[in-house]
């Protein structure tokens, strides 16, 4: 797998662990990962991750058939910078959801990332402010199936 770009994935801990979902890499494959369990992201300073904490949560990846082409990958790298300055709203809705949702990844050194949160729903919901984050996150669930297990796609 390469960089991480973005991810979308469902989490719930409350009835079993289930924890699952899709990275798209920078080089436009799609992998399927099911961590089954918790990880914690490894700090590295200044509100950035080091790599190897992300690497740990997408362990055994199954690469997906999808890809998607450069030209629309640096599009969407574009507007994660911009989702980058959006506000980030949270409440609380529900209990015992779970958590589904999608991020982006930046990278600003090449060990290190900061985390984009482009909106989630379940126990809490998230909204990133930027219009962008929105785009981002139907595109990467709609378009491209991102989140959802492939056991429970329609044939």
């Known amino acids: 797998m390469g960089k991480p770009l973005f991810s979308c994935g469902y989490v719930n801990f409350a009835w079993g662990s289930k924890a699952y979902g899709h990275v798209l890499d920078d080089q436009g494959r799609i992998w399927f990962y099911d961590l089954g369990r918790t990880w914690s992201p490894q700090p590295a300073g200044d509100g950035l991750y080091l790599e190897t904490g992300l690497r ?32 980030i709203e949270k409440k ?56 959802i297990h492939p056991q429970s796609r329609r044939k």
């Open 56 to 87: 740990e949560r997408f362990r055994n990846p199954v690469l997906q058939s999808r890809r998607v082409p450069p030209a629309q990958l640096a599009d969407m790298r574009k507007k994660a910078e911009i989702a980058r300055g959006g506000r």
């Open 92 to 147: 609380r809705v529900r209990h015992h959801t779970g958590s589904a949702g999608c991020e982006a990844y930046l990278w600003e050194r090449s060990d290190a990332y900061r985390e984009v949160e482009l909106g989630s729903s379940g126990d809490y919901e998230l909204r990133n402010s930027s219009s962008e984050a929105g785009h981002l996150q139907e595109w990467l669930r709609a378009e491209l199936g991102m989140g």
